[in-house]
């Protein structure tokens, strides 16, 4: 697992920077129901995507929440004021507090099934009856986009899949959300190249291959002998599903 306090100083930049976050918010506010006037976004990490939400659309008051030090500190450095250090498993919000929240790039961290249960319990509880619940699902699928680099990928241990698609609709559906739209968006910037994938192999990005681990320098080595090393392979889609609470 990566440490998200170091790489708050570098992760706008490796994952796409501005391009990217206007597509997630795009796709995300498309979700989200006009006549919203509160959005809780939940794991904001730095903001790049929250200040956007918040720009986006007058009279929206949006909220950041992330519990990572470093993160919060940058999100609130773009949002002032609008930002709170919280644990998505416990937020520190009344129930009902907002009309619309939303995860991107949250669930597939999570430690479990039980936790993805949690994290979605408690959005659900501090959205508003009629609310709209937004977030990212199959992201390590997403990624996955029949390139070379796929290829010798493809025989690596797998890892446990936490955000996949009917998952999450079944913790949804336990919490009272009911299916309301789904989206995608490209992730700008991100088309991995295999000198980019092996440094990100080295620094702990695929979670079954820990650094230094002999057979992540095996991986290392088919990745090195792929042609065009600097060359970006095609960016992931991401996928959205939005979900709406009863009441």
């Known amino acids: 697992m990566l440490d998200y306090d170091k790489e708050a100083e570098r992760y706008d930049a490796s994952r796409g920077g501005e391009p990217r976050a206007a597509a997630a918010a795009e796709a995300v506010l498309g979700l989200v129901p006009e006549e919203a006037r509160s959005l809780l976004d939940v794991?904001?990490?730095?903001g790049i995507v929250t200040r956007r939400l918040a720009a986006a659309r007058a009279g929206l008051r949006v909220t950041g929440?992330?519990?990572?030090?470093?993160?919060?500190?940058r999100a609130a450095a773009r949002l002032p004021g609008a930002v709170v250090r919280a644990d998505s498993r416990r937020l520190p919000f009344r129930d009902g507090e907002f009309d619309a929240v939303c995860t991107v790039w949250l669930l597939h961290l999570a430690a479990g099934p039980a936790e993805v249960r949690t994290i979605i319990g408690e959005?659900?509880?501090?959205?508003?009856?009629?609310?709209?619940?937004?977030t990212t699902v199959d992201k390590a699928a997403s990624h996955n986009v029949g390139?070379?680099?796929?290829?010798?990928?493809?025989s690596?241990?797998?890892?446990?899949?936490?955000?996949a698609a009917p998952d999450v609709e079944a913790h949804a559906?336990?919490?009272g959300l009911v299916p309301a739209g789904q989206a995608r968006f490209t992730g700008h910037g991100q088309g991995r190249s295999p000198r980019r994938t092996i440094a990100d192999l080295r620094r702990g990005w695929f979670v079954t291959l820990p650094p230094g681990d002999p057979l992540a320098e095996e991986y290392a080595g088919r990745l090195a002998r792929l042609p065009g090393q600097d060359r970006p392979r095609p960016d992931p889609v991401f996928s959205l599903r939005a979900f709406r609470k009863a009441g």
């Open 43 to 46: 794991a904001c990490g730095t």
């Open 156 to 163: 690596r241990p797998p890892s446990p899949v936490r955000d």
């Open 65 to 73: 929440a992330d519990l990572t030090p470093a993160m919060a500190r």
């Open 147 to 154: 390139s070379d680099i796929d290829v010798v990928l493809s």
């Open 123 to 134: 959005c659900a509880r501090v959205l508003r009856p009629g609310g709209v619940f937004v």
């Open 173 to 175: 559906a336990a919490h």
